[in-house]
């Protein structure tokens, strides 16, 4: 079943915009994770938010975290070419201590140089 | 740096030969996991497991096996590939816990024909 969902699937920018995903989630959560994937790669992961956490940041990267409402969000700023990926949101269930992650369905980012 | 490997990045096989997916990591990780990928499905979570000789059923285990007889190691076991079974698939490992990322491998793109 898939706990994560992200919106849009699919954004396009120019260099130097500004990038925001959303992800959905359904069950009480420990915690969030975004992941990354380039074209025909594995997965890496960018950043985790705990579920007492609001707001995080790495970098260019902030992540923020409502709980009440089951939501996450992903900005990139000051994007890059490079950026150009697909970016997956990923849950664990708080409840039955369960050891797998739900991915969303990803957002794919284009940024056009 | 934590390193998922692979035994193949492409693989071509024939409808109904049983299939070997290998999966090595040398963190010492307890948690291995098999995903497929689909376009427009996200990932899906295959089987997983939580230490030596140990697995659980993910979401979609049908038409697949796997074996854990090392630490390290992880195989997905076509027993006898169809052409639904075409796909990207992805291995991951986490160490014990809620709260830690998982770290993937290349991928395998498996194509049956």
């Known amino acids: 079943s898939q706990q994560g969902e992200e919106d849009p699937q699919a954004l396009s920018i120019q260099e130097g915009e500004n990038a925001t995903m959303n992800c959905s989630y359904k069950t009480s959560i420990n915690n969030l994770q975004w992941y990354r994937q380039n074209s025909g790669r594995g997965l890496v992961h960018l950043i985790l938010i705990r579920s007492n956490e609001r707001e995080k940041h790495s970098g260019r990267l902030r992540v923020t975290l409502d709980t009440s409402k089951k939501s996450s969000s992903l900005l990139i700023t000051a994007s890059r070419a490079a950026d150009t990926a697909s970016y997956f949101c990923?849950?664990?269930?708080?409840?039955?201590?369960?050891?797998?992650?739900?991915f969303g369905k990803g957002t794919k980012l284009t940024v056009n140089p | 740096d934590v390193k998922v490997t692979q035994s193949s990045r492409y693989l071509v096989k024939r409808t109904g030969e049983k299939v070997f997916l290998e999966c090595v990591q040398d963190?010492?990780?307890?948690?291995m996991f098999w995903y497929r990928q689909d376009p427009g499905l996200g990932l899906r979570l295959i089987y997983f497991?939580?230490?030596?000789?140990?697995?659980e059923k993910g979401d979609i285990p049908e038409g697949y096996s796997v074996s854990r007889e090392k630490k390290e190691r992880f195989s997905l076991i076509l027993e006898s590939a169809s052409t639904n079974q075409t796909s990207m698939y992805l291995c991951?490992?986490?160490?014990?816990?809620?709260?830690?990322?998982?770290?993937f491998g290349p991928g395998t793109r498996l194509t049956v024909t």
């Open positions: 963190m010492d990780h307890e948690n």
């Open positions: 990923a849950t664990d269930a708080s409840e039955g201590g369960s050891e797998k992650l739900v």
């Open positions: 497991s939580y230490d030596v000789k140990m697995k």
């Open positions: 991951a490992s986490r160490t014990g816990g809620p709260s830690y990322e998982q770290y």
